[in-house]
């Protein structure tokens, strides 16, 4: 289960700084690569506005 980013997001680049796997890129919202994402939470625990959360099980199979 990957994460993602929510409309929310503000675009204040502290998940792109935070990512070990470097699975983050500029947008609006930004967009995390599901295929790099290793499930770490770090751009989770480092998001002002809690844009970062885990896809569901059904979303993310519905893709």
């Known amino acids: ?26 947008g609006s919202p930004y967009v995390i690569n599901p295929s790099l994402c290793t499930e770490c ?6 998001c002002p506005v809690e844009a970062c959360i885990p896809v569901p099980q059904k979303a993310e199979g519905a893709k």
């Open 41 to 46: 939470g770090g751009c989770a625990e480092v």
């Open 1 to 26: 289960m990957a994460y993602y980013i929510l409309e929310s997001c503000v675009e204040c680049g502290a998940c792109m700084n935070e990512c070990p796997e470097g699975a983050i890129r500029e």
